[in-house]
């Protein structure tokens, strides 16, 4: 059959994506990049943010309207609140996903498939498709600890299920002999890796860059409630020359009041501490974070603080959420902000943080090091990345995906670095 993957959302979304090509070429199907030839249609959805919720179910509508034969999949469909707005169509729980070929079979069929199942799927070592033949991204567990009260993801994905040690090792060691340069490690929260088995991730870091080769690897997203407990493992483990020193830790607000009404289990001043201690240790490391600006019980005094916390801690990226209800979650009942206010806070914030995120790049012009090409964009632009996981743009002739190239930082933009190429090294 041809097949065509539609994908919203996350890196673990992106790479179940991957996971099902992979699967569905196994089993002899055809993948397809456009819609007319394609035999059934995969909706790989997201549920994180509410614009990104809108847009698929929207086109959603719109391939049902064609007549096109549709799989939904993803977390969208794990909610059950929004399995009528499927109506009609085939959809397969996330749990599912491994038997992908065969429900793509029963559907061009004709038949319509609606399976969950509640025995969670190891993601490590199955095949994929890799997008960028140079990064792997290996989701190392599904679902987190906390029971954060804005959070839909958490009503799809349930409890931390780390998946086998074994089997990411194996994965990571099959990428570095495909000639992959990166390593991604994904999750909703890789802080709570191995909690369920006895391990963490500071272990599972240390074991991955015992694997023989010349490659980095890159932590993804951990809540400071998880790194605060292995931070002592995890800084040692970040010595490691093939870690990328960048970490992504999400603190969501500056203000302990409505940390606790988001159930976030830390704290602003935990946080704080986290990035001084890595900053002490790396202090060319690149900390991002994330945060939710108009929570409900956000007062203007609860927004200072983020700004506060904000100037203090100087993080290199910022994401910025203007809260959204979503359905099912706890801070959905509680009384709204009005949207001006949110709107008005969030421009406020977005200023700030563009400020900040521009004063930290710029003191990496004159910069002049090691970059590994990994990004190419369409129009012909490279973007390579440092031992900090910075982006830097290069526009040079000759350059190819996975090159080390010797660059020297020319300029700053808030989002990214402008280099370049020095001296061709390998
Ligand atoms: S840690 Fe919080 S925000 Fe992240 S997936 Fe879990 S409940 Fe959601």
Redesign the pocket.
């Known amino acids: 059959m041809k097949v065509l993957i539609k994908t919203w959302g996350c890196a673990a979304s992106q790479s179940d994506s991957e996971i099902m090509a992979g699967l569905l070429a196994r089993a002899g199907h055809e993948l397809v990049k456009d819609e007319t030839s394609a035999d059934v249609i995969i909706a790989n959805t997201c549920t994180v943010k509410h614009r990104v919720e809108i847009d698929e179910l929207k086109e959603i509508e719109k391939l049902k309207q064609k007549g096109k034969k549709i799989i939904a999949t993803g977390c969208l469909v794990q909610d059950k609140q929004h399995l009528n707005k499927l109506n009609g169509i085939s959809y397969i729980g996330l749990n599912s996903e491994g038997e992908i070929a065969k429900y793509v079979d029963e559907v061009a069929r004709g038949e319509v498939v609606q399976v969950f199942s509640d025995k969670k799927l190891d993601r490590a070592a199955l095949p994929r498709i890799r997008k960028n033949p140079v990064v792997e991204t290996i989701q190392i567990l599904q679902g987190?600890m906390?029971?954060?009260t804005f959070?839909a993801?958490?009503l799809a994905k349930g409890n931390t299920y780390s998946f086998s040690e074994a089997r990411i090792l194996a994965q990571a060691e099959s990428a570095v002999r495909d000639g992959c340069k990166e390593i991604w490690l994904t999750s909703?929260?890789n802080g709570t890796y191995g909690i369920d088995r006895g391990t963490n991730i500071a272990n599972l870091l240390g074991k991955i860059c015992a694997i023989h080769g010349k490659f980095f690897v890159r932590n993804g997203m951990a809540?400071p409630q998880w790194i605060k407990m292995f931070q002592k493992e995890l800084i040692a483990a970040y010595k490691n020359e093939k870690v990328f020193k960048f970490l992504h830790i999400p603190v969501q607000s500056g203000s302990d009041r409505v940390l606790k009404d988001m159930r976030r289990g830390h704290s602003a001043k935990d946080f704080k501490k986290i990035v001084e201690a890595f900053r002490e240790v790396f202090p060319k490391i690149t900390i991002a974070t994330d945060i939710i600006c108009g929570f409900p019980s956000e007062t203007e005094k609860d927004f200072e603080k983020t700004l506060k916390l904000i100037k203090e801690t100087k993080p290199d990226m910022i994401n910025i959420s203007q809260f959204w209800p979503r359905p099912g979650t706890n801070a959905a009942e509680m009384k709204q902000l009005r949207g001006d206010v949110k709107k008005a806070r969030s421009r406020q914030l977005t200023k700030l943080c563009d400020e900040i995120t521009m004063e930290q790049n710029k003191k990496w012009i004159g910069w002049q090091g090691q970059a590994l090409v990994d990004e190419k964009n369409d129009d012909g632009t490279f973007v390579a990345r440092n031992a900090s996981y910075k982006p830097i743009l290069l526009k040079a002739e000759g350059l190819k995906l996975g090159d080390i190239r010797n660059v020297k930082i020319i300029s700053a933009k808030e989002k990214y670095l402008i280099g370049i190429v020095q001296l061709l090294l390998e």
């Open positions: 987190c906390s029971n954060c959070c993801t958490k909703q929260d809540n």
